[in-house]
């Protein structure tokens, strides 16, 4: 129905910076929210950022200030902005996506998850 896939993970120093991005494609009438989640080694998954259609944002309390959750309603893409990270912030991050798509030439709601990419800040 619909991919997401992400991109711009990787090593980054404590104090530095980087930016996720994460791509819908597909058939897609609507994306209504955009997500980040996260998953550290041996914790479960925790919900990052959201973001809705009309650009409503809300941040976990561990990030508000530092991270910074876009999306660009045309490219069906959304952004994650994440600077002063720390090595806590390391964890494997997810897109996350729901709205109306076409499927077998219906309309038809959808709820996807990307594959994740790899953030580690580390010294």
């Known amino acids: 129905q619909v991919q997401l896939v992400e991109s711009g993970g990787g090593l980054v120093q404590p104090g530095g910076s980087q930016r996720l991005s994460c791509t819908a494609s597909?058939?897609?009438?609507?994306?209504?929210?955009m997500a980040w989640y996260r998953q550290a080694p041996g914790k479960q998954r925790e919900l990052v950022a959201t973001?809705?259609?009309?650009?409503?944002?809300n941040y976990t309390d561990s990030v508000k200030g530092r991270f910074t959750i876009t999306r660009d309603n045309v490219r069906n893409t959304v952004y994650l902005q994440m600077n002063s990270l720390k090595p806590e912030d390391t964890a494997v991050y997810y897109c996350?996506?729901?709205?109306?798509?076409?499927?077998?030439?219906?309309?038809?709601?959808?709820?996807?998850w990307g594959q994740g990419t790899q953030v580690t800040v580390s010294s």
């Open positions: 973001i809705t259609y009309g650009g409503t944002k």
């Open positions: 597909g058939i897609i009438f609507k994306i209504n929210n």
């Open positions: 996350n996506a729901d709205g109306d798509c076409l499927h077998d030439y219906v309309r038809t709601p959808f709820y996807s």
